[in-house]
C-alpha cells in the first residue's frame, strides 16, 4: 500500500507475473478515483479511472477494483513488461473536485 | 500535438533569487494546475487556474504566484527562492478525464 514516508513501497514482480498495487483512500465522499503511472524523469500519466457507482473496470491488460466498504483502490497489471516499472499512485476526486494525491508504490520488474 | 510542455526542466537558484517557471499546453484545457512533488509526500497544489484570466491557491501557495494570461499558459514564478522550495514542479492540464502532466522541472535553490 501507500506510505507517507520517506520511502516509497516497493513492490517486485517477476516479468511476465500479475502485480497488484493498492491504495487506501481517507475520504467516503470521494466519488471518482485514478490511477497514474510516473516513469522516472516524467510527469504522471493517467492509466485508468473508476466511478464510485462501479466496482470493477478494465483496461488493457490493467484493472482497477474499489471497496467503498473498506476505502480500498487497487490497481491490477497483467502479465507485467519491464516498461512497466516506475511508480503508481492512486488519485481521489470528492467534493468540489478536490484532488487527493496518494503517495505512491514503486513497481520494479525483474527480467 | 505536445500536450503540456514546462521550461526549464532543471533550474539551480541562489536563495533570494527569482524565476519564471513557464507552462504551455495546447491541449485546449480550461483548467490548470500546478503542483509540486516531494519525496515521501503526494503531489500537492500551489495553484489553479480554472479559466483565462482566473487564478486561485491551493494547498500550498506560500511564496508563489502565478499568471494566466492566455488560455495556452500558466506561469510560476517564485520573488525569493528558499531552501523549501527545492522540489519538482508539475504543470497540468485537466482533460476531463484526470489530468495531463508536463514532464516537470527540478529545481533546487541553495
Known amino acids: 500500500g501507500e506510505s507517507v514516508g520517506l520511502h516509497l513501497p516497493t513492490l517486485s514482480v517477476q516479468e511476465g507475473d500479475n502485480s497488484i498495487i493498492n491504495c487506501a483512500y481517507s475520504?467516503?465522499?470521494?466519488?471518482?478515483f485514478i490511477w497514474y503511472k510516473q516513469e522516472s524523469g516524467k510527469g504522471p500519466q493517467f492509466i485508468i479511472d473508476?466511478?464510485?457507482?462501479?466496482d470493477k473496470r478494465q483496461g488493457q491488460r490493467v484493472t482497477v477494483l474499489l471497496n467503498k466498504t473498506v476505502k480500498h483502490l487497487s490497481l491490477q497489471i497483467a502479465a507485467t513488461q519491464p516498461g512497466d516499472s516506475a511508480v503508481y499512485f492512486c488519485?481521489?476526486?470528492?467534493?468540489?473536485?478536490?484532488?487527493?494525491f496518494g503517495t505512491g508504490t514503486k513497481l520494479q520488474v525483474i527480467p | 500535438n505536445a500536450g503540456v510542455t514546462q521550461t526549464p526542466k532543471f533550474q539551480v537558484l541562489k536563495t533570494g533569487q527569482s524565476m519564471t517557471l513557464q507552462c504551455a499546453q495546447d491541449m485546449n484545457h480550461n483548467s490548470m494546475y500546478w503542483y509540486r512533488q516531494d519525496p515521501g509526500m503526494g503531489l500537492r497544489l500551489i495553484y489553479y487556474?480554472?479559466?483565462?484570466?482566473?487564478?486561485d491557491k491551493g494547498e500550498v501557495p506560500n511564496g508563489y504566484n502565478v499568471s494566466r494570461l492566455n488560455k495556452r499558459e500558466f506561469s510560476l514564478r517564485l520573488e525569493s527562492a528558499a531552501p523549501s522550495q527545492t522540489s519538482v514542479y508539475f504543470c497540468?492540464?485537466?482533460?476531463?478525464?484526470?489530468?495531463?502532466f508536463g514532464s516537470g522541472t527540478r529545481l533546487t535553490v541553495v
Open positions: 487556474s480554472a479559466s483565462e484570466g482566473t487564478t
Open positions: 488519485a481521489e476526486i470528492g467534493g468540489y473536485q478536490k484532488v487527493t
Open positions: 497540468a492540464g485537466d482533460r476531463g478525464v484526470g489530468y495531463t
Open positions: 473508476i466511478r464510485s457507482n462501479m
Open positions: 475520504n467516503s465522499a470521494s466519488d471518482y
